[in-house]
Each structure stands twice: as structure tokens, then as C-alpha cells.
């Protein structure tokens, strides 16, 4: 069983910058890919960004060139870089682990085996 714990979600402006961490435990996390996920109240769930066991990424057009994810296997981290932050990235920030779904897949249909809890990025003036 994969455990997945989120944190570095807070309140930033516009511009800003925050980075998130999922600390991953249980399994060794060598053998899953890495997804980002965010919610906000009344939307659908929105794959941002996913990073495949060779480290392979994946972003959805809405967070291309200000978000970047890494992962770090000897630390059972995975991180994602927020920066130059907007209002609609207001969301509740998720990081999930697959098996095997292949990257592109896990993020554009939510598909995952394990989901962490969640941490708020709140972005407003």
C-alpha cells in the first residue's frame, strides 16, 4: 500500500511563487509514476502535471512553463515548483501514484492507484 502526504500549500499573490511536496511511503517509489492533480469548489479535477519512473513529464497547457515537477526516489519525494502563481490556480492540490497508466493518460483522465489528501493553494491580492 502507497501513502502519499502533501504539504507547502498556503496563501500567496499573484506573481507568486509556492512549492508543493508529496512524501511518498509504504511502497519504494521508484516503481510509480507521479501525478499532480488540483480541484477547485464546483470544477472537475484537473491533471497539471505527471512525471513517469524514467522521468518523463507531463503538463496540461493551463500550467506549461510556470509549473514544474521533479522527483527525488533516495528521498521518497516528489515536488512541484509553482511559479508566476494566478488567481486560477486557486485550488486544492493533490499528488497520486499509477503503477503503470502511462503519464499523458494519468493526467488528462485522472486515472491513479493512490491519492493523497490534499493542501489548499489559495492565490489572491
Known amino acids: 500500500q502507497l501513502h502519499l502526504v502533501e504539504s507547502g500549500g498556503g496563501s500567496v499573490q499573484p506573481g507568486g511563487s509556492l512549492r508543493l511536496s508529496c512524501e511518498v511511503s509504504?511502497?519504494?517509489?521508484?516503481?510509480?509514476?507521479i501525478g499532480w492533480f488540483r480541484q477547485a469548489p464546483g470544477k472537475e479535477r484537473e491533471g497539471i502535471s505527471c512525471?513517469?519512473?524514467?522521468?518523463?513529464?507531463y503538463y496540461a497547457d493551463s500550467v506549461k512553463g510556470r509549473f514544474t515537477i521533479s522527483r527525488d526516489n533516495n528521498k521518497s519525494m516528489v515536488y512541484l515548483q509553482m511559479d508566476s502563481l494566478k488567481p486560477q490556480d486557486t485550488a486544492d492540490y493533490y499528488c497520486?501514484?499509477?503503477?503503470?497508466?502511462?503519464?499523458?493518460?494519468?493526467?488528462?483522465?485522472?486515472?491513479?492507484?493512490?491519492w493523497g489528501k490534499g493542501t489548499l493553494v489559495t492565490v489572491s491580492s
Open positions: 497520486a501514484a499509477d503503477s503503470g497508466t502511462e503519464i499523458q493518460t494519468m493526467c488528462v483522465n485522472n486515472w491513479a492507484d493512490w
Open positions: 509504504g511502497l519504494s517509489l521508484a516503481y510509480y509514476a
Open positions: 512525471i513517469s519512473t524514467d522521468e518523463n513529464t
